[in-house]
């Protein structure tokens, strides 16, 4: 049986000894791969360029280019461009919240174990889940940048497609959606494809925050 190939991931922190770190802790791993390092947010973009990674982990604070617009750059690629996964010290940091504004796929304290840093990782290159979904919920409380009237496409959306959004901000996976919701697994597909369509958003972290600003998740 043939094995999967390894996710190739690239460390962007401009601390050495907490590249280091990261790379020890995820080339114990056999289906982790570390391709590149960047100690600027300049640097990991090009590194990212070159390597095409599945992963990126991706400090916000950071010399020349900010972990934000490093994200942007990234993500603006026409290539099938990677997931990013924002290492920090700060949970509650605007910039962790603006780089998930910005397209990153979640985050990760530094502080994390190793074993929540290596599970972070298979989750958001190979789920469709949202990486800690209470995080998520309480950045957004705190920073989000609440419209004072839903956007259009709340109106929009079918009674299928808000449950369906409401469940992704659950962290609930497509399979535990289709089963919440007594339906094929196609069909959850279908609804958060037209979700992502009608909010305007790349993946269903940049979704759930739309929703949280737009009030939906708030009541609504």
Known sequence: MTRPAPIRVVLADDERMVRTALRAILSAEPDLEVVGEAATGAEAVSVVREVRPD?????????????????????????????IVVVTTFENDSYVYDALRAGA????????????????????????????????????????????????????????????????????????????????AATVKSHVA??????????RTQAVIAAYEAGFLNGG
């Open 194 to 203: 037209a979700v992502l369509a009608k909010t305007g958003t790349r993946d």
């Open 55 to 83: 992963v990126v982990l991706m400090d916000v604070r950071m010399p020349e280019t900010d972990g934000i617009r490093a994200t942007e750059q990234i993500l603006a690629t026409p290539a099938e461009p990677p997931r």
């Open 105 to 184: 796929a979640g985050f990760l304290l530094k502080r994390s174990d190793a074993d929540a840093l290596v599970q972070a990782v298979r989750l958001v290159a190979r789920s469709d889940s949202l990486l800690f979904p209470a995080a998520v919920r309480t950045l957004a409380t705190e920073h989000a940048r609440v419209r004072p009237a839903p956007p259009a496409w709340v109106a929009k959306l079918t009674g299928r497609e808000r449950e369906v959004l409401r469940h992704m901000a659950q962290g609930l996976t497509n399979a535990e959606i289709a089963r919440r919701m007594e339906v094929g």
